[in-house]
């Protein structure tokens, strides 16, 4: 069995970087806020390969990419999809989550994205408001 899986089949992962862009036509991209002092950024990331051939490329930030393939790479856990240019590197071979790190980086993208695009965030902030509402009514009927 594979190491690393994607929705429960085998991939074949390299470990790098990504290199991104700001992208100002969506102010509340993640990954705006990891370029926000020179307009790009260099992600730790994992290239992602099926056994179809198709590749993809999602964040290793703190683990964050390899904790999912790691768990089958379901839904239920998390990742950052990333459309920049990967670049292979083993020194950014980060295969354990480092919790307590991405919960505070987070929270510090939250509060940036709060700070610097108010009316963004409230628009996004009241739809999460709404879908999680939804789901929670979901559940809780029979």
């Known amino acids: 069995m594979s190491k ?9 992962v390299e470990h790098g970087y990504c290199m991104v862009k700001t992208n100002k036509d ?3 991209w993640w990954y705006n806020y990891e370029c926000r002092k ?10 992602v390969t099926t056994k179809d051939g198709y590749s993809f490329i999602i964040s290793n930030e703190y683990g964050i ?5 790691k768990n089958g790479g379901w839904p239920s856990y998390r990742h950052f999809s990333l459309d920049g240019t990967f670049h292979t590197n083993m020194k950014s071979k980060q295969t354990t989550l480092d919790l307590e790190g991405f919960q505070q980086h987070e929270a510090e993208r939250e509060k940036w994205f709060k700070e610097n695009y108010p009316i963004e965030y409230e628009e996004i902030d009241a739809l999460k408001r709404i879908v999680t509402r939804s789901n929670y009514r979901q559940k809780q009927t029979p």
């Open 26 to 28: 969506k102010p509340l």
């Open 38 to 47: 020179n307009g790009s950024a260099a992600i730790f990331a994992l290239k």
């Open 65 to 69: 990419g390899s904790h999912k393939l």
């Open 4 to 12: 690393y899986q994607w929705q429960g089949e085998p991939v074949k």
